[in-house]
């Protein structure tokens, strides 16, 4: 009995403690464009938590708790969370005081922002935060088609299990004149040798339409796609993996 209660101590020598769960949070105001679609993303972002054990969801339909300020009635507040994710569209509502809190929380925290879609159809009166995400929507020229994308990032590990060439029925958004590749990572695009780029509406003379891309911010990390207008979209299993992988990524979980 002396001798195996000496060795139990021995048998947690070395091992390290788990990781404690990060926390996101999930937006969802919308003061504009009505996506039946903010549920399905919201509720991914949950599945894949749970799924995976790497972080607990707390999904919001107003910005309340987008603030540092001590909130009541037990409220937590951006300091309690280790990334936040929108899908959003308009002009939320938001003190200049929750604005600045929010930049600060990815500038100078290192915590992380995910935005779907519409969050790029946001804050058009803000301009910090479309030098956050990187670009506003100006427009979507093709409506919802069969988009031909390329794998620009195929060593990311965010689109590392897309194919170089795919096609995805989805409505693509196309970035403002604000958005640059000297600013953003693109990790997917519309391959333009496929696309029809005399319909009304386009305004890339570039024909630079990106899909999806990741930035520093300060100490934080952000990644944008335009993926997920439709209900249908979110049910795709690369589509899937790829916010999950946005997700850790912007977690630090994976570099």
């Not at 990060?22 to 105001?29: D, F, P, S, Y």
């Not at 570039?206 to 100490?219: I, L, N």
Request: glycine share 8%.
């Amino acid at each position: 009995m002396f001798l195996v209660l000496c060795f139990l101590p021995l048998l947690g020598f070395g091992q390290q403690p788990a990781p404690s769960k990060k926390r996101v949070l999930v937006i969802g105001a919308v003061h504009g464009f009505q996506h039946d679609s903010v549920s399905n993303a919201a509720g991914l972002i949950f599945q894949l938590g749970r799924q995976t054990g790497l972080w607990d969801t707390f999904i919001r339909t107003d910005t309340q708790l987008l603030t540092k300020r001590p909130l009541e009635n037990a409220a937590r507040n951006l300091n309690d969370f280790d990334a936040v994710f929108f899908f959003t569209s308009g002009e939320l509502p938001m003190t200049d005081e929750q604005k600045a809190d929010f930049l600060s929380f990815i500038r100078d925290d290192g915590k992380g922002f995910v935005a779907a879609h519409s969050a790029l159809d946001t804050f058009y009166m803000w301009p910090e935060y479309g030098e956050l995400i990187g670009a506003y929507f100006d427009g979507h020229p093709w409506g919802v088609f069969r988009a031909p994308i390329r794998n620009e990032a195929p060593e990311s590990s965010i689109t590392r299990h897309f194919p170089a060439n795919f096609v995805l029925e989805d409505e693509i958004y196309q970035p403002s004149s604000l958005f640059s590749r000297e600013r953003v990572k693109v990790l997917l695009s519309l391959d333009p040798a496929k696309v029809d780029w005399s319909v009304e509406g386009v305004k890339r003379a570039d024909k630079d339409v990106a899909v999806a891309w990741t930035r520093e911010y300060g100490k934080g990390r952000v990644f944008y796609s335009s993926l997920g207008h439709t209900t249908e979209i979110w049910g795709r299993p690369r589509v899937r993996q790829m916010y999950l992988e946005a997700m850790k990524w912007v977690l630090k979980i994976t570099n």
